[in-house]
């Protein structure tokens, strides 16, 4: 490493290219509302022969100067999957202002990071994706774990990022670095383009020796916006909201990334608008708040979904519109319903023809409530709200309190969770039953504090997913909520927890099968048909023998974990308190019964059934999925 100059005097300082990329994402930093923090605090990595010579050796380079401005901390997982799963649940934690980058080797170790990708990318949060990729000189080709494609000598196994990739570059000059770098931070900083950003790093180009400009490693501060609505469109969807005598607000996941929940709170109290979540924006208005209806869609309250029913006008702050949210869209049933969307992305604001209001959340509430100044629903609305989330409320006490042997149901489990967790202590989940349960009966005043990652519901996220959110907020109790199918899927990085010594408590529900699909498969009319864990039953050959000996606690024990196991609620609950009590990674191990009983559902989600059948159950099942179809339409 020397110090010189360019032929136009400039001064040039000679590093690698993986030195250079370290030395770059250590100046990034993120600025909203005056508060800078470094956008890329660390590096997740599994080192293989593609990257240990390049970013492992430039890793250990800065880590060497001690901490500092130069320095880019070192994490070390145990699958590349898990890494990108706790980078994202770190960003989302941080509100997108915040995340990390992942390096992994070539072939196979690339591309366990797509599903990850994925998952950032469909949830619109930032993560940096660093594949190591084959000789950009192709002196040695085909090297170990290389793709030969017939039609092309540039193509390699991490073209599979570009689509899962909100910006995807090939690194195969070391001068290429210059613009690609920037072109990444620019979508990662970018709350309607942010995802996955993929730079792929071939094995020699990251070795590879430059003459960098000093000037590229500058601090550099990228500005987070919050964008205002327009006068007309401001004047227009208010004009939609004044003429509505039932209106409903969605809040999703836009309002918890822009800090919003002061200005929801404040524009459902001026206007008494109730507010309905999604799960991502769950929390935003605490449950118990007078305007909060609860959870809305395929898997809400009744509640919200009673009131969408008969919305005339909707108001969408920050949400997709995910068919769970619109329950397949038969939830919002008024023939007349008129929409009015809030979203930094006018993807979104666009949907369901609405009248558009391309904002930040933050800004565009304030905006909205101003006015609409003077304005409100009529009594006998709010009191129509109130009386239904009250009966909701009932509903879920009933669903936390039943008693139900010789196994508890999951919702007792959850009730106990909620009884002794603190409001600032963070569930975690993704994927399975759990996730409805959640949607239904949790009782958020937190927004922070709930954490189910729903737009691609990735089993095996949560695990990895607690190890991220610890790292970004190690003031709260985390608490992963997993369920035997996903902790079978991604268990590992219990180690990372462990390694880092990180307080985690992890509570495995386990009920010998799939609940989720189980239940979807019997109202289809496939009779939970590979939905359990049993042996293969010799004569039926069929998997429907005896229950699998699976002991996943003492799975938990040899990845290092501490484990308690409950055998009913009972235990659960004093397993709780014990685990909150300790200092390390503890893991509650309790069984629940796989078929319920469920809490009570009020919206449909469209799973298309067997048209032609030669079982009864498919045929009632088809005759039942019809019916729900009539009620299904566009929103013109």
Same mark, same amino acid.
């Given at each position: 490493?020397?110090?010189?100059?360019?032929?136009?005097?400039?001064?040039?300082?000679?590093?690698?290219?993986?030195?250079?990329?370290?030395? =770059?994402?250590?100046?990034?930093?993120?600025?909203?509302?005056?508060?800078?923090?470094? =956008?890329?605090?660390?590096?997740?990595?599994?080192?293989?022969?593609?990257?240990?010579?390049?970013?492992?050796?430039?890793?250990?380079?800065?880590? +060497?100067?001690?901490?500092?401005?130069?320095?880019?901390?070192?994490?070390?997982?145990?699958?590349?999957?898990?890494?990108?799963?706790?980078?994202?649940?770190?960003? /989302?934690?941080?509100?997108? #202002?915040?995340?990390?980058?992942?390096?992994?080797?070539?072939?196979?170790?690339?591309?366990?990071?797509?599903?990850?990708?994925?998952?950032?990318? $469909?949830? +619109?949060?930032? *993560?940096?994706?660093?594949?190591?990729?084959?000789?950009?000189?192709?002196?040695?080709?085909?090297?170990?774990?290389?793709?030969?494609?017939?039609? @092309?000598?540039?193509?390699?196994?991490?073209?599979?990022?570009?689509?899962?990739? /909100?910006? =995807?570059?090939?690194?195969?000059?070391?001068?290429?670095?210059?613009?690609?770098?920037?072109?990444?931070?620019?979508?990662?900083?970018?709350?309607?383009?942010?995802?996955?950003?993929?730079?792929?790093? &071939?094995?020699?180009?990251?070795?590879?020796?430059?003459?960098?400009? $000093?000037?590229?490693?500058?601090?550099?501060?990228?500005?987070?916006?919050?964008?205002?609505?327009?006068? !007309?469109?401001?004047?227009?969807?208010?004009?939609?909201?004044?003429?509505? %005598?039932?209106?409903?607000?969605?809040?999703?996941?836009?309002?918890?990334?822009?800090?919003?929940?002061?200005?929801?709170?404040?524009?459902?109290?001026?206007?008494?608008?109730?507010?309905?979540? $999604?799960?991502?924006?769950?929390?935003?208005?605490?449950?118990?708040? !007078?305007?909060?209806?609860?959870?809305?869609?395929?898997?809400?309250?009744?509640?919200?979904?009673?009131?969408?029913?008969?919305? !005339?006008?909707?108001?969408?702050?920050?949400?997709?519109?995910?068919?769970?949210?619109?329950?397949?869209?038969?939830?919002?049933?008024?023939?007349?319903?008129?929409?009015?969307?809030?979203?930094?992305?006018?993807?979104?604001?666009?949907?369901?023809?609405?009248?558009?209001?391309?904002?930040?959340?933050?800004?565009? #509430?304030?905006?909205?409530?101003?006015?609409?100044?003077?304005?409100?629903?009529?009594?006998?609305?709010?009191? +129509? $709200?109130?009386?239904?989330?009250?009966?909701?409320?009932?509903?879920?006490?009933?669903?936390?309190?039943?008693?139900?042997?010789?196994?508890?149901?999951?919702?007792?489990?959850?009730?106990?969770?909620?009884?002794?967790?603190?409001?600032?202590?963070? *569930?975690?989940?993704?994927?399975?039953?759990?996730?409805?349960?959640?949607?239904?009966?949790?009782?958020?005043?937190?927004?922070?504090?709930?954490?189910?990652?729903?737009?691609?519901?990735?089993?095996?996220?949560? *695990?990895?997913?607690?190890?991220?959110?610890?790292?970004?907020?190690?003031?709260?109790?985390?608490?992963?909520?997993?369920?035997?199918?996903?902790?079978?899927?991604?268990?590992?990085?219990?180690?990372?927890?462990?390694? %880092?010594?990180?307080?985690?408590?992890?509570?495995? *529900?386990?009920?010998?099968?799939?609940?989720?699909?189980?239940?979807?498969?019997?109202?289809?009319?496939?009779?939970?048909? @590979?939905?359990?864990?049993?042996?293969?039953?010799?004569?039926?050959?069929?998997?429907?023998?005896?229950?699998? &000996?699976?002991? #996943?606690?003492?799975?938990?024990?040899?990845?290092?974990?501490?484990?308690?196991?409950?055998?009913?609620?009972?235990?659960?609950?004093?397993?709780?308190?014990?685990?909150?009590?300790?200092?390390?990674?503890?893991?509650?191990?309790?069984?629940?019964?796989?078929?319920?009983?469920?809490?009570?559902?009020?919206?449909?989600?469209?799973?298309?059934?067997?048209?032609?059948?030669? #079982?009864?159950?498919?045929?009632?099942?088809?005759?039942?999925?019809?019916?729900?179809?009539?009620?299904?339409?566009?929103?013109?």
């Amino acid at each position: 490493m020397s110090d010189s100059t360019d032929p136009t005097g400039a001064a040039t300082v000679r590093l690698t290219t993986a030195q250079a990329l370290v030395r =770059f994402l250590a100046a990034q930093y993120s600025e909203r509302d005056g508060v800078e923090q470094r =956008f890329i605090p660390g590096a997740w990595g599994i080192f293989g022969h593609g990257n240990v010579a390049g970013l492992g050796q430039a890793l250990l380079q800065a880590a +060497r100067t001690g901490p500092g401005p130069g320095e880019l901390p070192y994490y070390l997982a145990r699958n590349e999957q898990g890494m990108v799963h706790a980078a994202v649940a770190f960003a /989302k934690t941080r509100n997108r #202002l915040q995340t990390f980058a992942c390096s992994a080797s070539t072939g196979p170790g690339s591309t366990n990071m797509v599903t990850g990708a994925a998952l950032a990318t $469909t949830n +619109r949060v930032p *993560v940096l994706l660093l594949p190591s990729d084959m000789f950009a000189t192709r002196r040695p080709d085909p090297v170990l774990q290389q793709l030969e494609d017939t039609r @092309g000598g540039d193509v390699t196994v991490n073209d599979v990022f570009r689509p899962v990739s /909100k910006y =995807f570059d090939r690194v195969t000059r070391p001068e290429q670095l210059i613009p690609a770098a920037q072109a990444a931070m620019r979508v990662l900083t970018d709350p309607v383009e942010t995802g996955a950003v993929t730079l792929c790093l &071939p094995q020699d180009v990251q070795a590879e020796a430059h003459d960098w400009p $000093t000037a590229f490693f500058r601090r550099r501060v990228w500005h987070i916006g919050r964008p205002l609505p327009e006068p !007309d469109a401001l004047a227009r969807a208010a004009s939609v909201i004044r003429g509505a %005598e039932r209106p409903l607000l969605v809040a999703g996941g836009g309002v918890v990334y822009s800090e919003a929940e002061t200005a929801l709170r404040a524009f459902a109290e001026a206007t008494g608008v109730p507010v309905a979540d $999604t799960h991502a924006g769950k929390g935003a208005l605490p449950w118990d708040h !007078d305007r909060a209806v609860g959870g809305i869609g395929s898997t809400g309250a009744r509640s919200a979904n009673e009131l969408a029913r008969e919305a !005339d006008v909707v108001i969408g702050v920050g949400t997709r519109y995910s068919d769970f949210t619109t329950a397949s869209h038969t939830v919002f049933a008024d023939p007349d319903v008129t929409f009015v969307n809030l979203n930094v992305a006018r993807l979104d604001a666009a949907k369901h023809a609405a009248a558009q209001l391309v904002s930040d959340a933050r800004t565009g #509430l304030e905006a909205l409530r101003r006015e609409l100044a003077g304005w409100e629903v009529g009594a006998g609305y709010r009191a +129509r $709200t109130r009386e239904l989330a009250d009966e909701w409320a009932r509903t879920t006490d009933a669903c936390y309190a039943v008693d139900h042997g010789p196994l508890p149901a999951q919702t007792a489990v959850l009730g106990a969770l909620n009884d002794v967790l603190d409001d600032r202590d963070v *569930v975690i989940n993704a994927a399975g039953s759990m996730p409805g349960d959640l949607q239904m009966l949790w009782r958020a005043r937190d927004p922070r504090a709930y954490h189910v990652e729903y737009a691609y519901s990735c089993m095996g996220y949560e *695990v990895a997913a607690g190890t991220g959110v610890k790292m970004a907020d190690p003031s709260r109790e985390v608490v992963v909520l997993v369920g035997d199918g996903s902790y079978l899927m991604m268990a590992q990085e219990i180690v990372t927890m462990v390694s %880092e010594g990180l307080k985690v408590i992890i509570v495995i *529900v386990q009920n010998h099968g799939f609940a989720s699909i189980g239940s979807l498969s019997e109202s289809l009319g496939s009779q939970r048909f @590979g939905t359990k864990y049993r042996y293969r039953d010799p004569d039926s050959g069929r998997l429907d023998g005896p229950v699998l &000996p699976v002991d #996943l606690a003492a799975n938990a024990a040899s990845l290092g974990a501490r484990v308690i196991r409950a055998d009913g609620i009972t235990e659960f609950r004093a397993a709780l308190t014990e685990a909150k009590a300790a200092e390390t990674t503890t893991v509650v191990h309790v069984e629940t019964d796989l078929e319920g009983p469920n809490p009570p559902g009020s919206a449909w989600w469209d799973v298309p059934v067997s048209q032609v059948s030669e #079982l009864d159950s498919t045929r009632d099942a088809y005759r039942t999925y019809r019916s729900h179809q009539q009620g299904q339409r566009h929103y013109l």
